[in-house]
């Protein structure tokens, strides 16, 4: 059910002009009964000055009446056709103006961790325009030394849902073209529940690579020759034997 614009200030309006019951001022303006109770006795929304309804062509004065006389009638919003159609405008959502310095981070942050989103689906995340995430990715924006990638969710610019939501379409389409996906590029288009559930794959660096190759003994000589050039851990406590007496005939000449 739509409620009224400007809520509260609605209800102090009904409590101040209406003989209307608090379920049906809570009902219609989306808020708890007790609330009205406390904006009737003057502990909630002290100072907040009440908002015509009638006047501001949300309710008519027969509604009103007709609530008036039967306490179970719900009250019902003016129906206005200016506003038909309105959640579904489309285009680049709106941006606080808080908020909009930290655009340039999570473009930064979608186009390096998420390059397989096209410029529309950034730009409806965020709510920026493709000349910007252009010079992002080209990396000739003004201010390009200084930005930080920082993901959009924890700024606040948008829905974890929305952002798995874009990258599963991203993904749909690429799968339809063809193209052949590597393990970590398939995990950065899965969801984030799908992307922690997945095991990781066991890697052998590169490293240890050339460790083995060079414990191998590939071009080091013989196996015999490198398995007698190891000693023996005994052998570095056991002194030989008659070692004493031959320094003590050494001082006596």
Known sequence: MAKPIMAKATAVWLVDNTTLSFKQIADFTGMHELEIQGIADGDVAAGVKGFDPVANNQLTQDEISAAEKDPMHKLRLKHNPAAVGEEKRRGPRYTPLSKRQDRPASILWLVKFHPELADSQISKLVGTTKPTIQAIRERTHWNIANIQPIDPVALGLCKQSELDA??????????????????????KLLSTEQS????????IPTAIEGLETFTLGEGSGDDDDKS??????????NLPEGGDDDEDDDDTK
Do not use: I, T
């Not at 007698?228 to 406590?237: L, R, T």
């Open 166 to 187: 874009a990258v599963q379409k991203a993904a749909s389409k690429k799968v339809r073209e063809g193209e052949a996906m590597s393990d970590d590029e398939r995990r």
């Open 196 to 203: 922690l559930a997945m095991e990781d794959e066991p890697k």
């Open 228 to 237: 007698d050039a190891v000693p023996d851990a005994d052998s570095f406590f």
